[in-house]
């Protein structure tokens, strides 16, 4: 079996305790007892944990970027795509997972996005109301221009 160099992005992940942290905490130890590389790119709590650290097998780095319905996405964001293009053009990604593509991690990743070429994954746990028009939406392909280009 091929070992592979996997990549989650996604707003939220251990130790916060919800719905998508538990999937993608689920899938990505999953992929490390199958003896696959996983690394966790998220966002930095508001009780402050390590920066850095291994979970499981999962090595977790988490930026310090936060969202605000006012402000939008706020932070650390160049250093968060200086990092993933850093991933990249090492080696250490060869497929990308971008979860809640709505969120910190699609909305901060889209700008690199055409930069990085590891394979991609873009999926939704579900939708929100906000900026994607969901009246727009007949098809995936115009469903997936409508996120991208939101």
Request: hydrophobic share 40%.
């Amino acid at each position: 079996m091929k070992i592979m160099k996997i990549v989650f992005v996604s707003n939220t992940y251990w130790p916060s305790k919800n719905g998508v942290q538990m999937v993608n905490q689920y899938l990505a130890e999953g992929l490390v007892e199958k003896g696959h590389e996983v690394i966790v790119l998220t966002c930095q709590l508001k009780k402050k944990v390590l920066e850095e650290e291994v979970y499981n097998g999962v090595f977790i780095k988490r930026f310090d970027i936060s969202y605000s319905r006012l402000r939008g996405y706020r932070g650390d964001i160049k250093s968060y795509q200086a990092y993933l293009k850093k991933l990249d053009d090492s080696g250490k990604m060869e497929v990308m997972i971008t979860v809640c593509a709505n969120s910190f991690a699609g909305i901060c990743t889209y700008p690199v996005m055409r930069h990085i070429s590891a394979k991609k994954v873009i999926y939704n746990h579900g939708m929100r109301t906000g900026k994607i028009n969901l009246d727009k939406i007949t098809s995936f392909k115009s469903f997936a221009k409508e996120i991208i280009c939101t």
